[in-house]
């Protein structure tokens, strides 16, 4: 359960009749944080016009307090910057938001040129769209918006606004707003069941592959809310936001020096729920890491050998080893990339250069061939799904990155009781290595013979392809184990 607070400037703006906790500054900031209180999240609605102003240490002191506050101190200081000349004195205070010309057209035949968002929604439906994606980059209770002329075309101005300055009918309209926000309903999800947790999903518009595509994620959302949560896309430009949720799951290809790992530390350190974690991402992420452990807990995997230099003696090592073809891999890679097959001494020498050249470590590991890949989807030391990828048409690997289209081979989704037990035993063993997150593990089975390749923390479900056998119990599977340690964390 989460604990709303509504914090104002003092005493004589509380509002008596509502049925939150509406509390003065000074109230909040002497009697918290308690002790062994709720998850509390903070409506701060002070003036946080000024710098070092009480609405500024509110959204201070919640942030330290770990409260999840609206707005936090990362939006007060994006209202406060201006960075358009162009404004003159014409909106004081205001910033620029950039928006998009079919959402200004239907504004500009009206005559009102301005409205007020109280937690992006406004009584005028023409406004509704553009208020709602206003509020997501600047996610604060309420906010001024001005429609400036035709020679600004496409700009709009953003204010912020406190309670203390809204009229009595203004305050009104806000309490209607307020009410629905904090029940949820501003998130357009009807009320007929009852959501105990909010989930962000990250995605990026921008990603060309990303592990899931649009379909699979509406069927995350729609499987989150049968369990209780209240699912909703987040974009990376949009992770300071992060705070206002319970669960953090990443739709979006990970790596280390990336948001995405940022954003999962910093969620998981507030107390998210967070797959995939960031010790995942990490693990994950670096093939040496993997190797070593692979080769530590006896996970069945191809011969491997960690490789410094391309001196004689190395040269001579990995040939000794594995002669030829032979495999070269970047310890970072994902999706095959960073991967090459070697055929001859001077185009090993020369790869190792230039790899050397990204990296201190590269992997020199067996060529072994086969018609396709297992991948088998692992959820807390469970395996949920399972898919053979067939190499690419005339290729050794799933994905043919030379290739102008981009193409990879075809696909076969079984239910996991046809899969040979000793692959399935290969990848529970193997992502039992990396942790007890989501992965799906790769492996090749050759001769009868299985050799788990890699784990992946952020594994394909796409539509169509990985949910093929199980379709919508996959997204399920995946929400009731947020679920399950959603509700673990609150009976800690």
Request: glycine content about 6%; proline content about 5%; overall charge negative.
């Amino acid at each position: 359960m989460r604990t709303t607070l509504v914090v104002v400037d003092d005493d004589a703006l509380i509002d008596p009749d509502s049925s939150l906790d509406w509390i003065s500054f000074e109230q909040y900031l002497s009697d918290y944080p308690k002790a062994d209180e709720p998850r509390t999240r903070v409506i701060n609605l002070c003036d946080t016009a000024r710098y070092l102003s009480r609405g500024y240490y509110c959204s201070l002191l919640a942030e330290a307090r770990r409260h999840s506050v609206l707005p936090s101190v990362s939006c007060i200081n994006d209202l406060r910057e201006r960075d358009d000349p162009s404004m003159g004195d014409v909106a004081p205070q205001a910033v620029r938001f950039n928006a998009e010309e079919s959402l200004l057209r239907p504004l500009r035949s009206r005559d009102a040129r301005e409205t007020l968002l109280y937690f992006g929604t406004c009584e005028q439906a023409h406004w509704q769209k553009l208020g709602r994606q206003i509020f997501q980059r600047f996610p604060a209770p309420i906010l001024r918006v001005t429609l400036p002329g035709e020679q600004l075309a496409g700009r709009i101005h953003v204010q912020r606004m406190g309670y203390a300055q809204l009229s009595a009918e203004q305050r009104r309209e806000f309490l209607a707003a307020l009410d629905l926000f904090t029940r949820g309903l501003w998130r357009n999800y009807g009320d007929s069941k009852r959501l105990r947790w909010d989930m962000a999903i990250l995605v990026n518009p921008d990603e060309p592959s990303p592990p899931s595509d649009a379909g699979a994620i509406k069927r995350f959302i729609r499987a989150a809310a049968e369990v209780g949560i209240r699912a909703e896309t987040l974009t990376p430009a949009q992770g300071d936001q992060i705070l206002q949720y319970d669960a953090l799951f990443l739709r979006e290809t990970t790596a280390i020096d990336h948001h995405t790992y940022r954003l999962a530390r910093t969620a998981e350190r507030e107390g998210l729920i967070v797959i995939d974690d960031p010790q995942s991402i990490l693990r994950c992420c670096n093939k040496i890491y993997l190797h070593d452990a692979f080769s530590y807990k006896g996970v069945p995997a191809l011969p491997t050998l960690v490789v410094a230099s391309s001196a004689e003696v190395d040269l001579d090592r990995i040939e000794h080893a594995f002669g030829y073809p032979v495999v070269l891999k970047l310890p970072e890679g994902s999706f095959s990339r960073g991967v090459f097959r070697i055929h001859s001494r001077e185009e090993l020498r020369e790869q190792i250069d230039r790899l050397l050249a990204e990296t201190t470590l590269v992997l020199a590991q067996a060529y072994c061939f086969t018609d396709y890949d297992w991948r088998i989807g692992v959820l807390a030391g469970k395996a949920i799904y399972a898919c053979r990828y067939h190499m690419a048409r005339n290729h050794w690997q799933i994905y043919n990155h030379a290739s102008n289209s981009g193409s990879s081979g075809g696909f076969d989704t079984l239910p996991t009781f046809e899969v040979p037990q000793k692959v399935i035993r290969a990848a529970v063993k193997a992502a039992g290595v990396v942790g007890d997150g989501l992965y799906g593990v790769d492996i090749k089975e050759k001769d009868g013979s299985v050799f788990v390749i890699e784990v992946n923390d952020n594994p394909s479900i796409e539509r169509g392809v990985e949910d093929k056998y199980l379709g919508n119990e996959l997204y399920q599977l995946v929400m009731a184990e947020f679920a399950r340690r959603l509700e673990q964390r609150g009976r800690r």
